[in-house]
C-alpha cells in the first residue's frame, strides 16, 4: 500500500484551511469558465478560454466539428490557427499527482491513496491510447514525483458544498492554452473505476483530449444533430472559437454519448478521430 504524505502536525489546521479555501475561491471566480455539459451519467466539465480548437479553439478542440457538412479547415489554416502543443520540446505532456488531495479527503487515508492508485493507471492507459493513436507524433505523457517538474496537476475533488465543482462531474480539464495555473485535471469524488454507465478510462481518454487542444464535438454540431444525439443548447464559451480538423462525427471521443453509443459513454477514439488527431498533430505531409 502506498504511504501517504501526512501533514506536520503543529499547524493550525482550521486557520490554514480558512484561508486556504478563501484564496482558492478567489482564484476560481477569477477564472472564466467554460463549457459545461451534463450528459446521462457523465458531468464532464472544461475551463475553456480565448484560443482555438477541432473546432480547436481558436481554442482547438480535436477532431471536431463545425457543423455536419462543414468541411475540414485546411491543414496550413488549421496548424497556424489552433491552439495545441506546438513543438517537440512542448510535447511531453508531464503531469503530478496530489495524492495528499487524495489521501486526506477520507477519514481513513489508505481508502483515498488506493484509490489513486486506480486512477492512476486509468490515466496512464488513456494517455497511452492517445500515444498509441499517432506513434510519430512525438506526444507522450509521462508521470512525474514533483510539481514543479509537471505541465499539469491531477486534483481530487470531493463534494461538499463548497467545491469548486458542480455537483455532477465526474471530471473536467483544460485547453493548451490554459494558464499555468489553471493547468489541473480534476478528478471528482463521483468517478468510479467500475461505473455501469461508462467507461472510466474513457472519461479519462476524453478529458486528455482537452488538454490536448479538443473542444466538444457535439457544441459544434449542427443543432438538428444536437437534437439527434439529445444534446441541445451546448454552446462553445463566448471567447472560444472551434475549427474543423473533420468532418461532424457523432461517435467522436470529444462528442457526448450519440445514438447506439449511449448505451454506455466508452469515449473510445474513432477511426475519423485517430485521422484528425494524425493531421494536427502528424507529420507534415509530403509537398
Ligand atoms: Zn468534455
Known sequence: ??????????????????????LWRRTIKAVPLGVFVVCVTVAVWVTAFP???LRSAEVVGPPSATGADTPAAPLDQLRSRASYWRSGDERTLTYWINLRSFCHTEANPDTGCARADGI?????????????ACPDCRLRFERVDRKDKAVFT????????DSPLPPRYVAHAFYPFSAKTSRVLRISSRYRTDHPDYDAVGVLR?????ILGYTHEHA????????????????????VRAIAVTEYDPQSIMHYPCGTSRAKATFALSPRDIAGHRALYGPSPSP
Open 120 to 132: 492512476s493507471a486509468n490515466l496512464a492507459a488513456a494517455a497511452q491510447d492517445w500515444m498509441d
Open 1 to 22: 500500500m502506498r504511504r501517504c504524505p501526512r501533514m506536520p502536525p503543529q499547524i493550525d489546521f482550521a486557520l490554514l484551511a480558512a484561508r486556504l479555501h478563501l
Open 51 to 53: 484560443a482555438l480548437a
Open 206 to 210: 476524453h478529458e486528455l483530449g482537452h
Open 220 to 239: 459544434a454540431a449542427d443543432p438538428k444533430q444536437q437534437t439527434t444525439c439529445g444534446w441541445t443548447g451546448e454552446r462553445l464559451p463566448a471567447k
Open 154 to 161: 491531477v486534483q481530487y475533488v470531493t463534494r461538499t458544498r
